[in-house]
């Protein structure tokens, strides 16, 4: 079971160099993004949102507002840094367990899935922030397998391998209508709707 202080302590230890090591396909971005439904006005909460990567991202699309966490003091500390405007808010902390919020538009986790250790209870609880009509999307801007394989090097003590995306929509179907299922050689998304 992957232990909550392991995956912050390895965070940590990332953050240095997190942005200068970061791969990211513009198109697949937008992708993402779109079917994730960020647009003008959006209220946004960026779950495990690391040094910042798509809070920039997410403010070119007009969001109003965005509510972003991460677990590691230093991920936290660097987005903070890099986006010190009002309409963001960078908090420090568990998502499971932290008031970040409510009633969110777009709930977005980026990269980051397979840290956390109980998926449903995630869904579970993320799936409760959001405002009606709002949705919800687990993505990676990676095929899943590109993602597995790079999971076992030294991220394998604090990472999971990254459920189909079949399997994580059936997560989402007590709470969400799933719109939007992809799996394939260049990205993962599962995305749903709280109706």
């Known amino acids: 079971m992957i232990q909550r202080d392991d995956v912050q302590a390895f965070f940590d230890r990332c953050a240095p160099t997190w942005d200068a090591?970061?791969?990211?396909?513009?198109?697949?971005?937008?992708?993402?993004?779109?079917?994730?439904?960020?647009?003008?006005?959006?209220?946004?909460?960026?779950?495990?949102?690391g040094t910042g990567v798509l809070i920039g991202d997410y403010l070119a699309r007009g969001?109003?507002?965005?509510?972003?966490?991460?677990?590691s003091p230093e991920m936290a500390r660097r987005a903070a840094a890099k986006f010190p405007q009002p309409s963001v808010r960078v908090l420090c902390g568990d998502v499971e367990?932290?008031?970040?919020?409510?009633?969110f538009d777009v709930v977005m986790v980026y990269n980051a899935f397979p840290h956390f250790p109980q998926p449903a209870r995630l869904i579970t609880r993320l799936s409760s922030l959001l405002a009606p009509g709002g949705t919800l999307t687990v993505a990676h801007g990676?095929?899943?397998?590109?993602?597995?394989?790079?999971?076992?090097g030294p991220a394998r003590k604090v990472s999971m391998g990254l459920m189909e995306a079949e399997q994580l929509a059936e997560l989402f179907a007590p709470y969400l209508q799933v719109e939007l299922t992809i799996?394939?050689?260049?990205m993962y998304?599962?995305?749903?709707?709280?109706l």
């Open 21 to 49: 090591e970061l791969v990211r396909s513009e198109e697949v971005i937008d992708i993402i993004l779109t079917g994730a439904g960020v647009c003008a006005g959006s209220r946004v909460l960026d779950v495990a949102c």
């Open 63 to 71: 969001a109003a507002s965005v509510t972003a966490i991460d677990l």
């Open 97 to 103: 367990e932290l008031d970040v919020g409510h009633d």
């Open 142 to 152: 990676m095929s899943r397998a590109v993602i597995d394989r790079h999971h076992l």
């Open 183 to 186: 799996s394939d050689d260049r």
């Open 189 to 194: 998304q599962v995305t749903g709707r709280k």
